[in-house]
């Protein structure tokens, strides 16, 4: 637990190991909400970070992909 202050422009600084701890860096999105009289932020994933890091789903193949573009394509 840490305790900041809230700066100009309603900035506030979130401490770097928290910030680690969260995986939240320069440009990470946060959603933010009032739960009960509390602020809750959430860290809001890149469709990138996703891609590369998140749960898998589904399998397909380096041949299935390319029909697929084919079919897409004009």
Known sequence: MRVVR???????????EIADAL????G???ELRVEGGTLVAVPIPSPLKLALEGP??????VEEFERES???QP
């Open 70 to 72: 084919e079919e897409v």
């Open 6 to 16: 809230v700066s100009k422009k309603n900035t506030v600084y979130i401490p770097k």
């Open 23 to 26: 995986g939240i860096g320069e």
């Open 56 to 61: 898998k789903f589904a399998k397909t193949t």
């Open 28 to 30: 990470t999105l946060l």
